[in-house]
């Protein structure tokens, strides 16, 4: 089975703390990807990665960094953490074969749920 | 704006109700893919959908993909406490998961 933990079910943070979110998949994934998570919003994405050193913008990559220094394992950062970044945070990973018009299957980690007062 | 628009967003029912909840969009598709997200947990795929009519079963769940590849359903038949969750479409956008927002679905005993 696909296993994707994630360091921290829930965490409490200051604002203007760094925070880091680290994420772990053992299935050898090329891809890995960080989401958040509001009610009524779906899921947003954040930054990902194809491969290790590499990075991409999602959707709403402001205020983050990411950091993929090996393939396992893909961490999200905030630099300086703010009352808006209170949200539900989950990593997901997959592999990049993809056969002509199939979509191929995220797998995603329980979620870091980071309150910061 | 989200490219896909579920409804209902919320659907409380007793156990044994059926119900269907939608994921539409005025955009053509490839696929689109279902995942359910279970209380304190991350999302899991349920069912891809790729050809357009094309209907997919998964014991109880029937999924429905639009003839135009624009839309989908999930219909749950005769509903259980365990089918309680967050129901998510999504389309893959080169890699990439675009979500729309969910049908939070609660089935009590």
């Known amino acids: 089975d696909v296993k994707v933990t994630q360091s921290s079910r829930y965490l409490v943070k200051r604002t203007g703390e760094k925070v880091f979110l680290e994420c772990v998949q053992d299935?050898?994934?090329?891809?890995m990807f960080w989401y958040r998570q509001d009610p009524g919003l779906g899921l947003r994405l954040i930054y990902f990665?194809?491969?290790?050193?590499?990075?991409e913008k999602g959707d709403i990559p402001e205020g983050y960094s990411v950091s993929r220094e090996k393939k396992e394992r893909f961490s999200l950062i905030l630099e300086s953490a703010s009352t808006n970044q209170t949200s539900m945070y989950l990593c997901?990973?997959?592999?990049?074969?993809?056969?002509?018009?199939?979509?191929?299957?995220?797998?995603f980690g329980p979620g870091t749920r980071l309150t910061v007062t | 704006t989200q490219l896909l628009e579920q409804s209902p967003q919320f659907l409380s029912i007793q156990e044994g109700e059926n119900l269907t909840v939608y994921c539409n969009s005025s955009s053509v598709f490839s696929s689109l893919q279902w995942y359910r997200q279970e209380p304190g947990e991350g999302p899991v795929l349920l069912v891809t959908v790729v050809t357009g009519g094309e209907v997919k079963k998964l014991k109880r769940l029937t999924f429905q993909f639009g003839d135009a590849r624009k839309d989908s359903s999930l219909h749950i038949t005769a509903a259980q406490p365990g089918d309680t969750g967050l129901y998510l479409c999504a389309y893959d956008s080169w890699g990439k998961l675009q979500f729309g927002a969910g049908t939070q679905v609660v089935v009590t005993p």
């Open positions: 299935m050898d994934h090329e891809n």
């Open positions: 997901a990973s997959t592999n990049r074969e993809w056969a002509g018009q199939f979509s191929y299957e995220q797998y």
């Open positions: 990665s194809y491969d290790v050193k590499m990075k």
